[in-house]
């Protein structure tokens, strides 16, 4: 009967001409103050102004957007979930991210197109194997699923992958981690958006924070293009941006900012139902539900703001892609682009407090923090809420680079994005 009922509603709804709709949150103004100030309405920022009113019955909140929600790098990435970490801080940090995205359409009643498709790690020698057992094992003893898989799974799961003897990169095996997958960029955005909404907090588009305001050390407030505002607690949640704010409140941040890049293919019939990761050519591709190849490249190697992306990655990602899948060579690319991430020494985010008091930060997450956005607003709420961090980013603090306690996931698993 329900069934029914809703596929009535969408003839309905494809000859309504898209008129009336509710607007999915509410257009806001900004009020002279807030308990509580988000800077930065991606993922990030959102899930923690949900978090807030949800988890913690604070609703005087407002999210503080420059530009348009999601229009930074939550609406760039090439959208890939997992936990495929080595630490256990990371283990559980990422799988409880994962295991929030496996019910998130249900909790924010909103279709944010979770597809557990599996991720496959490519081997590419000797040394990847040694390593990828490592790696895999390590998930497994913290329990996160994974599984070693040969040239005959690879060959099943991954067709179009060139295992032949002439192939040009060689491919001797992998793992594969089957609840990882791909979610909605647009979707998580705009779910969070809709749910925090509803839960009274406000979300200001076109609101730059141009500075810090503060009293006796503390801060207090922001100024903004729409003017100041004042808070009892602002948390900064700026991927690509967060030494810029840092700089804003007197403080400095272990972060390097580079452009990373990403590309669609034109749609295609459906050739690839996984995700694909080489970690030795730096290449990554899923297809997406409308048929595109999606396209994810290593960082260019130099800081910058500029959301482009070099030429030579573009190439090198490309060759890398074509001499695993030869038959992708006439495939025509559709689109290409970059966003700017916070990359840090140990790969690894910073969820907690500033050295400026009422001041907590989200940030760091480079190249891999779509996937964080459930757990890292849900922290971040946490600590904003409480001011004690929450347990799981205990140890994600700031004072990891002055203690040494670091989390090092780059030279730990090689995690590239
Ligand atoms: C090409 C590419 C591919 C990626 N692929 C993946 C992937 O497959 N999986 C994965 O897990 N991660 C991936 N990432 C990383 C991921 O996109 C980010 O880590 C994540 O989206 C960060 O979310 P956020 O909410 O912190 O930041 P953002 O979505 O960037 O939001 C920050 C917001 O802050 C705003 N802002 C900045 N300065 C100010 C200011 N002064 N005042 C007000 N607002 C301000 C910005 O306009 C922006 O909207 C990828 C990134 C890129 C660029």
Same mark, same amino acid.
């Given at each position: ?64 957007? %420059? ?66 057992? %490592? ?15 040969? %040239? ?67 801060? &207090? ?10 808070? !009892?607690?602002? !948390? ?130 480079? &190249? ?33 680079? &002055? ?15």
């Amino acid at each position: 009967m329900s069934n029914r009922y809703s596929a009535w509603a969408l003839v309905r709804g494809a000859f309504a001409r898209h008129a009336n709709w509710p607007a999915a949150w509410r257009d806001a103004s900004p009020k002279p103050a807030y308990d509580v100030i988000i800077v930065g309405g991606g993922g990030h920022g959102l899930a923690a102004a949900y978090y807030l009113a949800k988890n913690h019955g604070i609703t005087n909140v407002a999210v503080v957007e %420059r530009g348009w929600i999601g229009g930074g790098n939550t609406g760039r990435n090439t959208t890939i979930i997992r936990s495929n970490y080595l630490y256990p801080e990371s283990a559980r940090l990422y799988d409880f991210s994962l295991r929030q995205y496996e019910r998130l359409s249900e909790e924010l009643n909103y279709n944010v197109m979770v597809s557990q498709r599996g991720l496959v790690l490519l081997a590419h020698s000797r040394h990847d194997l040694d390593a990828m057992s %490592r790696w895999a094992n390590a998930m497994r003893m913290n329990g996160v699923d994974a599984e070693l898989i040969g %040239r005959d799974e690879l060959a099943s799961r991954v067709p179009g992958l060139d295992l032949s003897p002439r192939a040009r990169i060689p491919v001797l095996g992998g793992f594969v981690q089957r609840r990882a997958g791909t979610a909605r960029h647009d979707a998580v955005a705009w779910g969070y958006a809709r749910a925090a909404s509803a839960l009274g907090v406000d979300i200001l588009q076109n609101c730059e924070v141009r500075g810090f305001v503060t009293s006796d050390g503390r801060v &207090t407030g922001v100024d903004t293009n729409r003017g100041r505002i004042a808070a !009892g607690r602002i !948390g900064i949640a700026a991927a690509g941006h967060s030494s810029v704010l840092a700089a804003l409140a007197g403080f400095r941040l272990p972060v390097t900012s580079y452009a990373l890049q990403a590309l669609v293919s034109e749609p295609v019939k459906p050739v690839l139902d996984t995700v694909v990761l080489s970690p030795g050519t730096g290449a990554y591709l899923s297809q997406s539900d409308k048929g595109e190849l999606v396209i994810g490249a290593m960082l260019d190697l130099f800081p910058s703001y500029a959301q482009r992306g070099s030429f030579a990655i573009t190439q090198s990602i490309l060759a890398g892609v074509l001499a695993m899948f030869p038959a992708y060579a006439r495939l025509k690319m559709l689109r290409q682009w970059a966003g700017i991430v916070d990359v840090v020494h140990d790969s690894s985010p910073i969820i907690g407090p500033t050295p400026v008091p009422g001041l907590y930060i989200n940030c760091g997450w480079g &190249t891999g923090g779509f996937k964080g956005i459930p757990v890292g607003g849900w922290t971040l709420a946490h600590v904003l809420a409480t001011g004690e961090n929450h347990p799981l980013a205990e140890p994600f603090q700031l004072d990891r680079f &002055t203690n040494g306690r670091l989390i090092d996931e780059a030279a730990a698993s090689g995690i590239a994005h």
